[in-house]
Nanobody
């Protein structure tokens, strides 16, 4: 059973930064593309960023230039760092594993429970 556990969320002031981590229960990270999605209150879940096992990356336009996705395959961990946070970045951030590199929610097989990021003005 694959388990993904996110951490690192919290309350952040606008303009600040956040670093999210996602740890896998098994060596899922090594073979899958890992992605981050987010869901704002009252909105549908949306793609944020993804990274393949060979470090190819894909970003949503809304986070380009502000967010960086990275991974440490030897630690089965994926990270997402974002600076210049805006109130509209508020939401639950989910880690997911799937193939191939893409921004489509239905292409990701495994999901974490999410971690809340709240950006205050």
């Amino acid at each position: 059973q694959v388990q993904l556990v996110e951490s690192g969320g919290g309350l952040v002031q606008a303009g600040g930064s956040v670093r999210l981590s996602c740890s896998a229960s098994i060596q899922t990270v090594k073979s899958y593309t890992m992605g981050w999605f987010r869901q704002a209150p009252g909105k549908e879940r949306e793609f944020v960023a993804a990274i393949t096992r060979i470090m190819r990356t894909l970003y949503a336009d809304s986070v380009k230039g502000r967010g960086t996705i990275s991974r440490e395959n030897n630690k089965d961990t994926v990270y997402f760092e974002m600076s210049g946070l805006k109130v509209e970045d508020t939401g639950v951030y989910y880690c997911a594993a799937g193939v191939p590199l893409n921004d489509e929610e239905n292409k990701y097989t495994y999901w974490g429970q999410g971690t809340q990021v709240t950006v205050s003005s």
